[in-house]
């Protein structure tokens, strides 16, 4: 059984072991990486900012205006992700496929970050950007897969989402 080929046309949101989520911040989180042995050396360095780029995550916070992460740090230290969409085909500055249905995971997160589960996942951006302040916009799909031992695990996510982009 595979996942549904179309998200709900409402904001995102879902549930998770009977308990709803719904997400009020969504950050879009920028890797960068070097596109030569020079420029990571220069990078390495802080001489120069690495060239590749592509959009790393998405993650859905309950809380409201959740600032991106200062430069150099994963998150911003006081609000956790419930929900972590990764590894999104796709989002490779030198190569986007923005419009397009790319396979990605989502991960359940608890109150304190810890790892709950993981789902199998879609993401459709309707546009890319790699640069960090500015806005995203897409639709995804994620759902439990049947799980009849761990049914406070089972649940489904989704819908359309703007998310900050964020260049930690």
Known sequence: MGLRAEAPKTPARGTFGGKAIAPRSVHAVLHRRPATSDEAIDAALHRAEASLADIWSLEFFADPHVPCPPPGAASDGAAKPTLRVDGIGGTARER?????????????????????????????????????????????????????????????????????????
């Open 96 to 168: 986007p496929f923005a419009g397009t249905t790319q396979p990605a995971d989502a991960v359940l997160l608890g109150p304190d970050g810890d790892y709950l589960s993981t789902w199998p996942a879609w993401v459709r951006f309707d546009a890319l950007s790699w640069t960090a302040g500015t806005k995203v916009k897409g639709a995804l799909w994620t759902e439990s897969p049947p799980d009849a031992d761990r049914p406070d695990h089972e649940g489904s996510f989704g819908g359309r989402f703007e998310a900050l982009v964020c260049a930690p």
